[in-house]
């Protein structure tokens, strides 16, 4: 698989962190992405577009990212899910990760904390 091949949705409520997600994967040469602004928006696009990646913020509202995180991988074990937590969500990541999310991504993130994930799942498929 290459990085033009990745679908890749970006689950964040701040606009500007999207963007910057956006910005870095394209920089990366990852075109096929997907946008949700919350939760719910989170699952439903899933469902819907069945990306390989998921960056999946963890303060949202209508659902949380461990609720997200949950019923995801309750559809698909599969599911590849990167969290994305600043300082102050340790319990939320720690719940996350117990949850089935694979890799986490700390605020403020870089291209390369994003290169990281996409390299090591294109490897790993």
Known sequence: MTKDELRILVCDDSILARKFIKDSLKRLEC??????????????????????IVFLDIIMPNKNGVEVTKEIMAADPDATIVIISSVGTKQFLEDALTAGARDFIQKPFTDESIAKVIDKYISNH
């Open 31 to 52: 075109e096929n992405i997907e946008e949700a602004k919350d939760g719910q928006s989170s699952i439903d696009s899933y469902n819907e577009f069945k990306p390989h």
